[in-house]
């Protein structure tokens, strides 16, 4: 019987912990006889290693080895390339992990790396997207299995035939996760057993990557996470800190500590890449759609495909006749691309949410009642109802809330002084999934419960929200029940990745605990301790096959400088229709962050790479820049109390990512309505909108 827990706003269980600095990091657990590891990136672009000298390396105080291509432990063939390290003289990129210095101090082993002499046979390179790049093609699916190119009707005649059209192209530049705790590792061997204790969205993944690149027993290694200082995506799966933290641990036979620099996760780790969208619509003088068309064009590594989904945005949101969606890629000499919060879907809705401001603007209808008139009850794509869907509803109450009614939509019809005012709003949607996992629950003689599953909080709160799911399922004040995450002994459970995270957890957990319960009702001595465990993979592989999505309606009052072109959030209001909510204080937090990258991505964040080197320029947080404190002058989030019975038994959706999709849209389109400037490459900086007449 349910104890009211979810729905309240807990504060997080391990809040004490962290406001204390006792919360133990990747890198800040007790190990006797630890060294540590520097990683040494490669110079070059492409090419290979033809001599390693470590004499000078050697020879300086405290450094213990230096682990290289030429005596570095021998990984198994067949795992991911990009973690196939120190394995061969081959380099792919610049900033390819090359070498790993292993010293008695975090000081000496950054020394000893300064002091690593490599010489390397060069070849040409080509890192910069284009459309015309000769190496462009289609990829058999784009991430993570979705169909690379979709068609229904006639595209082509519909367009042409439409009295309104808007054909549009739209680039992001490549963007960086930074999460706070950079991809760190501890890692030691005990009589053949690997012990990490890793900075990781999914302990149990890294694990099965661990067992197949050292040829291990799964058994063999035990990874924990049981704080993460972040991730974004990019620490979804294993990456390079922990294979070389544990090669260089083998290698010294000495558990060895090894943190990225933040210079180096400029790359090695994954990053968004970069985009060119041509968005075309095709819509009757009332602003209903007609025919729809995204072409996306994205990069990849030579090393391993990653095929960023970026047009699947598209095929679901808005309804249309005709309508055609591509992807293209272009294998380059970078390092692979990988997950950033909300892949595909967030560069995606900015092109289709821009195209669609820049449809209202042509046709003279406004842009909430646009979105409105292009609802689609049935998915476009998958030709089924939806589940629930409720954009139409975000858009409506966040107009309310937003006072959008009041709006002039002539562009630089407000001022103040020498500021321009402009509003914008877009729509967003992401996917809500769940994924198989397991849990134990346990009652003990003292009257306690405790809740096992090898789930990962990554910052997000997601401990507490399972805390509090354990204790309404077992009918029991929260109080009572103990939680443990974090740990691949524990029970299995899928990474935390996608906004699937409580959605699979609490699945598990809540049938753990009613199996616990029908235990406990048959009959239990009370001096006993008793235990009932849940697997979903059955059930949720069981599941029918229906569009399932979250929405939102982000809208956003900025302010332009017409002097200088300096561009600054007033404020920015979003409403979410994301299924059950298990705790606001913590969904409030994912909803304001994901929206705050969204406005970073916007106006601030742009990795600039030099063709000439292969290699960001900007990479650091004084010259990447991200959204701090100051730029966040208003920020409000809200949510619809919304129940959906298609998705799972704690009704919730995700919230990690559905914030940030559309949110740099709702940005650029208020900086249209402020200074009628389109502009169309992100980040919108003050010399694009400076140099523009229509600003003067």
Known sequence: MSTGAVGRAYPRLEGPEK?????????????????????????????????????EAMASPGVLAVVHHGNAPRLAAGGPPELWLLQEPAVHYRGQFVAVVVAISLEAAREGARLVRIDYDTGPHSTVLTTDHPGRYRPEHVNPSYPTDTAEGDFDAGYAAAPVRVDATYRTP???????????????????RLLV??????????????????????????????HV?????SKGYAKASVVLAALAARHVDRPVRLALTRQQLFGPVGYRTPTIQRVRLAADTDGRLTAICHDAISQTSTIREFAEQTAVYTRSMYAAPHRRTTHRLVRLDVPTPFWMRAPGECPGAYALESAMDELATAIGVDPVELRVRNDARVDPDQERQFTSRNLVACLREGARRFDWAGRDPTPRARRDGRWLIGTGVAGSSYPARARASSATATARPDGGFLVRINATDIGTGARTALWQVAADALGVPPERVEIHIGDSDLPAAALAGGSTGTASWS?????????????????????????????????????????????GAQFAEVRVDADTGEVRLNRMLGVFAAGRVVNPTTARSQLVGGMTMGLSMALHEEGLLDERYGDWVNHDLATYHITGCADVESIEAYWLDERDDELNPAGVKGLGEIGIVGAAAAVANAVHHATGVRIRDLPIRLDKLIGASELA
């Not at 406001?19 to 990091?25: C, D, F, K, P």
């Open 19 to 55: 406001v204390t600095g006792t919360a133990r990091y990747a890198v800040e657990y007790p190990v006797d006889g630890v060294t540590y590891g520097w990683a040494v990136p490669s110079a070059v672009v492409r090419g290979r290693i033809t001599r390693i000298d470590s004499t």
């Open 229 to 233: 200082g972040g991730g974004f995506g």
């Open 174 to 192: 490549a963007y960086h996760n930074n999460p706070m705790e950079p991809h760190a590792t501890t890692a030691q061997w005990r009589d053949g």
């Open 507 to 551: 699945w598990a957990v809540i049938r753990a605990c009613q199996a616990l319960g029908g235990k406990l009702r048959a009959g239990v001595p009370p001096d006993r301790e008793v235990s009932a465990s849940a697997d979903t993979t059955d059930e949720v592989g069981e599941q029918p096959v229906l569009p399932r999505y979250a929405y």
């Open 197 to 226: 204790h890793d900075s990781t969205q999914g302990a149990s993944p890294v694990r099965a990557t661990l067992a197949e690149l050292f040829a291990l027993p799964p058994e063999a290694i035990r990874v924990i996470a049981a």
